[in-house]
């Protein structure tokens, strides 16, 4: 087929991914079909590309042909499309109807107000999450996925890629050309490119295999399979059904879980198989707890205005007659009832929380993931990186009987230059001995073969190099147990012997002891090939000769300490989850201060029940050689027992875990699985940075649930004053445009809510969301207002004739009303004594004072009229200290025993 052909069938009609999605299925489905039956070489001659790759000027070209390789994102919404969503919020469809009601029935001045209230509400929140995304998304620049490409490069003296080796399918051997490897986003693939694979890498397109070594690839995301399925290069002629059954197809979304390969990118962006599918993979997340929580809120407030306005409105009605006030002014009170500034205060504190995060390099990739990192009240963690440096060192070289040797080193460094896996840091340890690289001149001395990856099951890797004369020898380094377990024979001072179990025994008392001073120790052995071949495998790692091992020194870090004294003063448990031996990790967690009297291992686990695996999970702080699945399980245990459990990891065997933990966390240097699984990345790998983010996390919640506990506590007091002054009084106690006026000024003043100050004790253990608190508030502080409401009745009734002056009585009302509402604000905000031991935000003081100010102003200024209001008495003003101070005291005492018994906050 010729590329003009390919061109057409890849890009179709030029819609976008989604559209047609059945026909588009069908059409890559055909197309990854006939690429899977051709030969290596057929493939690559049909993409117009070479061995060597494209060069920069045709993937160029390509790129503006096929555009971008990117699928499955959420496609950013238009401004109508943003403003609908906020607009269809249960609060402000409620408060829409309730300004179109008062425009039938004649009350345009309300119907603009409760208008104003709507374009307000949506349009801070509006401001507010764009200047939240643009943070996010400079921040996200930062973090680069990007693919090992293979370009072909005009100069004869480019050194050639590290995956050397021949492939499993008569091809062209990679060590006979010289392309060089490049890193390019992933997004920038086209078709005919040629990218290297290696463990930990995710597949960045939908690509055919040209050479293969060992690779297992874990397409779970695709198939459902838990198990990885291994993958080979050659050509299959009776190709036909699933394209996902093909073992030499590999599809984006899916990622490697050992070995190498070199592949051919047949399919990208929209028109791979995870791009046909992106109607389904795109779409709303499943809200947390606290999503859920506002929600439970949101309803609770306007079902108990639901209930409250019917009542208003026929105590009005039946009492004074006058049917269409009563109806305006329970539309007023159901205005003033509704929570209608809950999502701007819950977006604009979360907006200001991912800002502030972002100052300190912290890439929060979902803004509800914010509040869950101030919920978390256990960190599971790996160790390596985290509680250690990331610089490993290479302290020994030994033989079996722990003197030094420098042949074991010099196996270990040709053993750590030539794999082309993923190298680790005890491989750019090896590496870093630039005397032995001098010494050895392994591009010149030797020549690569194969390679053998690395994976988890055998936990060693292999090279085989030839040396001078085409001898071939094999080099295998990996964990003690392993090594020994393939070697039947020791070499010491030169000369071999046959190895016995009590060398195993010997060997592993010289390990545990550097294992005990915090040292890592690998495991060296060479092989011999008697008969050369060009192809080697598993079956040859057998009847190897033990040299010796190196050991590793990786210091903890001196901030690691310091960090987890904080986080355990906030509350916060840290628990250890590495797949690393025992001896090691017990000697690093001592070091930073973890207790340990017993570490958990993963054969442990392997025997236990949940329950009792639910049970240990919370005793233990140190879990070491666990397997991924492993890992999942321990913080599924915490769950159950009904923790909240953040995972710091940064691994291949991290992934499981990321995806389980209530807030996974990554960092920048990660593998790629473990970015694209966290909720949070790093630019800093670094628990400080960590202990800044739980902060922030209950910096946002406090200042959410200070919003509601005001809300639920001044709604539920108005409920007793509105229906008591309507039962009782023969007028409306309050005009509906003062009602409006009213909540108008209120919701002003908690707009500074976002930037307040939060008390250094709020923020010393994990916060979750608690109707329990909130509910204690409501029925507590809100009677306390109707109280002062009641009395500031009685003022105006016996002291300034209220009950023959209703425009007196209804603006004496409104001040008090303000007032108290606004001022409480101080009380509420802290559990300490505001002001004294507690101070709030410059713009939360600057906000509450500047209403009250409007609101002594309003019955004096031009627009009383419009408002209903009239002068109030200045001796009714100099009355209004009085009833604050003595409102503030009562309430004061009233949180204080709430606190001192329910230790409510």
């Not at 930073?592 to 236990?608: A, K, R």
């Amino acid at each position: 087929m010729e590329l003009r052909v390919v061109n057409n069938l890849l890009r179709g009609s030029g819609r976008p991914a989604g559209q047609n999605g059945g026909r588009h299925t069908g059409r890559v489905q055909a197309r990854l079909l006939e690429v899977s039956r051709m030969g290596a070489q057929d493939a690559l001659d049909d993409f117009r590309t070479s061995i060597q790759g494209l060069t920069e000027a045709e993937a160029g070209e390509r790129l503006g042909e096929y555009g971008h390789n990117t699928v499955a994102r959420e496609k950013k919404k238009n401004w109508l499309t943003q403003l609908i969503i906020r607009l269809r919020n249960p609060v402000n469809v409620l408060l829409i109807i309730l300004s179109v009601t008062s425009l039938v029935t004649g009350d345009a001045i309300g119907a603009g107000i409760i208008g104003f209230m709507v374009v307000v509400a949506v349009a801070l929140a509006w401001i507010n999450e764009a200047s939240s995304n643009r943070a996010a998304e400079k921040l996200r620049a930062m973090v680069k996925t990007t693919a090992t490409v293979l370009r072909q490069e005009d100069s004869d003296d480019t050194a050639p890629a590290a995956a050397e080796g021949n492939d499993d399918t008569g091809a062209q051997p990679e060590a006979m050309f010289k392309p060089v490897r490049r890193q390019v986003p992933i997004d920038e693939l086209v078709p005919g490119d040629l990218v290297q694979l290696s463990a930990g890498d995710m597949i960045p397109a939908d690509v055919r295999l040209l050479s293969t070594k060992d690779l297992f690839i874990n397409q779970s995301a695709l198939t459902g399979e838990s198990l990885p399925v291994e993958k080979f290069a050659t050509a299959i002629e009776q190709a036909g059904g699933s394209a996902l059954e093909l073992n030499n197809l590999c599809f984006m979304g899916t990622n490697v879980v050992s070995g190498t390969a070199i592949a051919l990118v047949v399919m990208t962006g929209a028109n791979t198989y995870f791009g046909s599918l992106a109607d389904t993979m795109v779409g709303e997340r499943v809200q947390t707890s606290f999503d859920r929580g506002i929600h439970r809120f949101t309803w609770l407030m306007i079902r108990f205005m639901l209930v409250m306005v019917p009542m208003v409105f026929l105590i009005n009605g039946l009492f004074k007659g006058d049917w269409l006030q009563s109806f305006m002014f329970a539309l007023s009170v159901a205005v003033g009832l509704t929570p209608e500034m809950l999502p701007v205060i819950v977006t604009m504190n979360l907006s200001k929380g991912a800002i502030a995060m972002s100052h300190k390099k912290v890439i929060v990739k979902r803004l509800n993931s914010i509040q869950n990192f101030g919920a978390i009240d256990i960190l599971c963690t790996d160790k390596t990186g985290t509680l250690t440096q990331d610089k490993v060192f290479l302290e020994k070289h030994v033989d079996i009987n722990g003197n030094d040797n420098e042949r074991v080193l010099e196996l270990a460094f040709l053993n750590s230059y030539y794999q082309s896996g993923l190298r680790n840091l005890l491989d750019v340890a090896v590496l870093e001995k630039v005397d032995m690289y001098a010494d050895l001149h392994p591009e010149r001395n030797y020549r690569k073969v194969d390679e053998i990856p690395f994976d988890f099951q055998r936990r060693r890797m292999s090279v085989v190099v030839e040396e001078e004369y085409e001898r071939h020898l094999l080099i295998c380094k990996g964990a003690v147990e392993e090594i020994f377990s393939i070697c039947s024979q020791a070499e010491v001072d030169g000369h071999r012997k046959p190895l016995v179990p009590e060398d195993l025994l010997r060997l592993q008392e010289v390990t545990l002891a550097l294992n005990n001073d915090g040292f890592r120790v690998i495991a060296v052995a060479y092989k011999e090939i008697i008969d050369p071949k060009r192809i080697y495998s598993r079956e040859d790692e057998a009847g190897m000769v033990l040299l010796g091992y190196i050991a590793f020194l990786d210091p903890p870090k001196e901030s690691a300490g310091q960090a987890i004294t904080k986080l355990r003063g906030h509350g916060i448990q840290v628990k250890v989850l590495t797949g690393d031996n025992d001896a090691v990790t017990r000697k690093i967690c001592s070091q930073v201060g973890l207790e340990v009297e017993h570490i958990v291992l993963g054969s442990d686990i392997e025997s236990m029940t949940d329950e009792g695996l639910a049970d240990i999970a919370e005793e233990a702080a140190v879990f070491a050689k666990l397997s991924p699945e492993q890992k999942a399980r321990v913080i599924r245990a915490l769950h159950v027992r009904g923790h909240v459990v953040g995972f710091l990891g940064d691994g291949i065997n991290d992934g499981p875990a990321l995806k389980t933990a209530d807030v996974g966390i990554s960092v920048d240097t990660a593998v790629d699985i473990a970015k694209e699984s966290a909720d949070i990345i790093l630019l800093e790998k670094s628990l400080m940075v960590l202990e800044e983010g739980v902060i922030e996390g209950r910096k946002v919640f406090g200042n959410i649930v200070k919003y509601i506990k005001m809300g639920a506590s001044s709604n539920f007091g108005n409920m007793f004053s509105v229906l008591g002054a309507s039962i009782f009084l023969p007028f409306l106690p309050m005009a509906p445009v003062q009602i409006l006026v009213n909540n108008l000024l209120y919701d002003f003043s908690q707009t500074a809510i976002p930037t307040d100050n939060v008390d250094v004790e709020y923020l010393e253990k994990p916060r979750q969301w608690d109707l329990r608190n909130i509910g204690w508030y409501m029925v507590v502080i809100g009677p306390l207002s109707s109280v002062f409401d009641y009395i500031t009745f009685g003022i105006l009734i016996y002291f300034f004739h209220g009950w023959h002056n209703p425009a007196l009585f209804q603006t004496g009302w409104f001040v008090e009303s303000i007032l108290t509402q606004t001022l409480i604000v101080h009380v509420i905000r802290t559990a300490k004594v505001p002001f004294i031991q507690s101070r709030p935000s410059l713009a939360l003081l600057g906000t509450t004072t500047l209403i009250c100010l409007i609101g002594l102003w309003l019955p004096f200024s031009f627009a009383a009229h419009a408002f209903q209001m009239v002068p109030v008495p200045a001796s009714f003003l100099l009355l209004m200290p009085f009833i604050m101070v003595a409102y503030i005291a009562l309430t004061q005492w009233a949180k204080g025993r709430l606190v001192r018994r329910f230790g409510l906050n």
